[in-house]
């Protein structure tokens, strides 16, 4: 069966070029980073780029962070899956996720279907899907948040992939996926000691999520209210959702998911000074923890 290494790299790709991507995977595997995650919003297709980013790497398992299931059926998931584990000796990792209402009904085109009602259904329709190469070891875990997703994470793929979550919510999810499940928690990391500018950088990122409830709603099942959701977050929400601070205050926290019951942590490298472009300092600050 199939393991997965401690720590990961998550980032968001749809503005880089070849070259930039080449550079990055490259890179990632090159500071031996177990897996490289990345998302599917408005730009790279998931699956064409997930063999983009293999065909690069000769170690690095590839993940799906994740991709949407409104944006291909479940046989052609399926199809994508195995060809690339198949094609690329079983590095690719299928992270599937319901998305959210506003991405696939304005967007694509679709109907939002009740997310849990959805995700089993996809399920069934993938494992009946019948296709003529071989069928490797699946390799497919769940963006799951709420309680429901997460078994459901738990009970039919390898496990749950959470984003943008507390060590504490990591402690609850391990608890409903059992302790062999693969739980792979996603924490923002900004190496800079310098309060103001950490929490710049946090609110820059976070303006994209706070609209959503997917989000939201977890918060408040964590503790965090309204009041934290206004403007660009409060100082409480930007702190808990971006560690920041030295070397080694960051690995300190990155630690806590770990002990909460964390099984994998891809932790996404905000820069400094906002731009998009990945901190390395932050990767070799983290790599081996």
Same mark, same amino acid.
Not at 34 to 58: I, M, N, R
Not at 227 to 235: M, N, Q, R, T, V
């Given at each position: ?150 078994? @459901? ?5 390898? +496990? !749950?992939?959470?984003?943008? %979550?507390? #060590?504490?919510?990591?402690?609850? *999810? &391990? ?78 926290? @990155? ?5 909460? +019951? !964390?099984?994998?942590?891809? %932790?996404? #490298?905000?820069?400094?000074?906002? *731009? &998009? ?13």
């Amino acid at each position: 069966m199939k393991k997965i290494g401690r720590l990961g790299v998550w980032v968001a790709v749809d503005f880089l070029s070849r070259s930039q991507v080449i550079e990055l995977v490259q890179g990632v595997e090159r500071l031996k980073f177990d897996t490289f995650w990345y998302p599917e919003a408005f730009g790279y297709e998931s699956l064409v780029f997930g063999g983009f980013a293999l065909s690069q790497t000769s170690r690095l398992n590839v993940a799906s962070g994740i991709a949407n299931i409104y944006a291909r059926d479940a046989t052609a998931s399926t199809a994508g899956h195995d060809s690339l584990n198949n094609l690329h000796d079983g590095r690719f990792i299928l992270g599937l996720g319901v998305s959210h209402r506003p991405m696939v009904q304005d967007f694509r085109g679709h109907d939002y279907g009740k997310p849990v009602s959805a995700m089993r259904s996809y399920l069934d329709a993938m494992e009946k899907a019948e296709l003529l190469i071989a069928k490797p070891e699946r390799n497919i875990v769940l963006a799951a948040l709420g309680p429901k997703m997460t078994a @459901l994470a738990g009970e039919r793929t390898r +496990g !749950a992939h959470s984003y943008l %979550v507390t #060590p504490e919510h990591t402690a609850r *999810s &391990r608890a409903i996926l059992g302790p062999d499940k693969w739980l792979c928690v996603e924490q923002k990391i900004c190496l800079t000691t310098d309060a103001a500018t950490a929490r710049t950088a946090a609110a820059q990122v976070l303006e994209l999520y706070l609209p959503w409830p997917n989000y939201t709603n977890n918060w408040l099942s964590l503790g965090f209210t309204p009041e934290d959701f206004k403007g660009h977050g409060s100082e409480r929400l930007l702190d808990a959702m971006v560690i920041w601070g030295s070397a080694k205050e960051i690995r300190a926290r @990155l630690q806590a998911h770990f002990d909460a +019951g !964390a099984s994998h942590v891809c %932790v996404q #490298p905000l820069n400094p000074d906002g *731009s &998009r472009f990945v901190d390395w300092r932050a990767l070799e600050a983290v790599a081996g923890l």
